[in-house]
């Protein structure tokens, strides 16, 4: 018991001191834009703050890396993007190695092999934040895909599109940006419509929320009421081929959240056959659940390494992958 106590310790330690060293390097960031929230209901921010965080991360002379925050500077960025000065302006450089948890993501190739290789291919990003997903998807995942991304806050929206170079995604009609609530987007959206679907909120799963609340909770508390509905949706809109996936964030002791992940897990399985669990910080936890059983789900990790390196995703997917200690991951099915 003194063991299991004292590692508990010092885990907990161990992400707090993580944070601090994440807010002591924002307060080093240069502030280039603060605007109001749009949405009144959400509690816990009243501002969009954009920063140049260039000076954490490796940058060209005709680059920078600008981080979109909730609130305030001093919280850890909800998107950092990569931008490239040229004579048009500035575009975006796709980089999934700019959050820890991102280039994770690239697990759901394991199931879609081919990318977006699919003539009617359509995805679904709830969360966009300042759209590094969008950029990253519609460069360098093959094929052609319509995205339809959904933000709550509509201010979000727009200090990405004047700093982060969101409007890009927006120009060709490959993206088709919303201004919605999560949850009510999924329940009124046709069966069957998309082949992805990520969940992206950074402050817990759809799964975990009020209905009423999605959105409007603090990164770091995980929500209190399950619901299966969401997770109906969430089934119902992916065709046969798709995948789900959901990041849980939160700055809670172990305990609470390997809770809030297992509420989840069993909501899921309501509905899908099996979904995997992958911790991938101490703070990010990925869930993926396919519309159709895996037929050797101990082979997850090696399908998604060497789909994302037939596909020239430009992410070394196994190196990260065996880093992660092998009880990272577990399948419920």
Not at 37 to 62: E, K, L, M
Not at 187 to 206: F, I, K, P, Q, T
Request: proline share 4%.
């Amino acid at each position: 018991m003194r063991l299991v106590y004292g590692s508990a310790v010092a885990l907990s330690l161990a992400v707090g001191l993580t944070i601090l060293i994440q807010r002591r390097r924002a307060r080093g960031s240069r502030v280039l834009a603060v605007l109001p929230s749009a949405v009144s209901r959400v509690g816990w921010y009243r501002h969009i703050v954009v920063t140049d965080c260039s000076h954490q991360f490796a940058c060209n002379s005709s680059e920078v890396v600008r981080g979109l925050h909730l609130g305030s500077a001093e919280n850890p960025p909800e998107s950092l993007v990569r931008l490239r000065k040229t004579e048009a302006g500035w575009i975006a450089v796709p980089d999934l190695t700019l959050k820890s948890y991102s280039p994770f993501t690239l697990v759901a190739f394991a199931w879609l092999e081919d990318g977006f290789a699919y003539e009617d291919a359509r995805a679904l990003l709830i969360g966009v934040a300042g759209g590094s997903l969008l950029h990253f998807w519609r460069s360098c995942v093959p094929g052609s895909v319509c995205i339809d991304a959904v933000e709550l806050d509509a201010a979000v929206l727009q200090a990405a599109r004047s700093y982060l170079a969101l409007d890009s995604c927006e120009r060709d009609g490959q993206v088709r940006c919303h201004v919605a609530d999560g949850a009510a987007y999924v329940r009124g959206a046709e069966d069957e419509v998309y082949d992805l679907v990520v969940c992206d909120l950074d402050m817990g799963s759809l799964l975990d929320q009020p209905r009423e609340a999605i959105g409007a909770t603090r990164p770091g508390q995980l929500g209190g009421r399950h619901m299966s509905e969401p997770a109906r949706h969430l089934y119902r809109v992916l065709t046969s081929r798709g995948v789900l996936v959901l990041n849980m964030y939160s700055e809670e002791p172990l305990a609470e959240r390997m809770q809030a992940v297992l509420t989840s897990v069993r909501s899921l399985r309501r509905f899908f056959p099996e979904v995997h669990v992958l911790r991938v910080s101490q703070s990010n936890t990925l869930l993926f659940a396919p519309v159709e059983r895996s037929a050797d789900p101990t082979q997850l990790f090696s399908r998604a390494a060497s789909s994302a390196e037939r596909l020239g995703l430009g992410v070394d997917l196994g190196r990260l992958l065996q880093q992660l200690p092998s009880n990272r991951h577990q399948c419920y099915n």
